[in-house]
């Protein structure tokens, strides 16, 4: 799919967020996670009810996330990437539509997305805001794209 239909057809501004879910997830999909944006310098930070938090092993988040609201924000080639600890068998990050409206954008997108399929070995889904069912599409841990 060219990169312009794309953004006309996923990334429309209408107010509302692009979810991108990783299924059957782990606590080690997380370490993994992790591994990836150290490895590579990407900046991120958790935070535990808007305030800074420094610790990294997931065991531990994992429990803080039983009391606390935690957050990672990953910034990535300039994309804002929301990632939240909700369920210890998916990760969720969201991103923002009115960021990805160039064709490079796109392109940090697919890699990012590519990367962490690669790195966790899972599929990658990109969905409308809440709307698993509805999914824009799929990258594989080969770096196919599967178009919905």
């Not at 239909?5 to 999909?29: N, P, V």
């Not at 590519?114 to 899972?122: H, Y």
């Not at 889904?125 to 080969?142: A, G, H, K, Q, Y």
Request: proline share 1%; charged share 30%; net charge negative.
């Amino acid at each position: 799919m060219k990169k312009q239909k794309m953004i006309k057809e996923y990334f429309y501004e209408d107010g509302s967020l692009r979810d991108i879910y990783i299924m059957h997830a782990s606590q080690l999909d997380w370490e993994s996670i992790f591994e990836y944006l150290d490895k590579n310098n990407i900046q991120y930070k958790i935070t535990k009810d808007g305030e800074l938090v420094n610790e990294r092993a997931i065991n531990q988040l994992m429990k803080l996330r039983q009391d606390y609201s935690l957050n990672i924000s990953i910034d990535y080639k300039g994309i804002s990437v929301s990632g939240y600890f909700y369920d210890a068998d998916q990760i969720e990050f969201d991103i923002v539509p009115e960021q990805i409206q160039t064709e490079d954008a796109v392109d940090s997108l697919i890699e990012f997305m590519k990367d962490i399929s690669k790195q966790i070995n899972k599929e990658v889904i990109l969905t409308e805001e809440l709307d698993i069912e509805n999914e824009c599409f799929r990258v594989t841990p080969s770096g196919t794209i599967n178009f919905l």
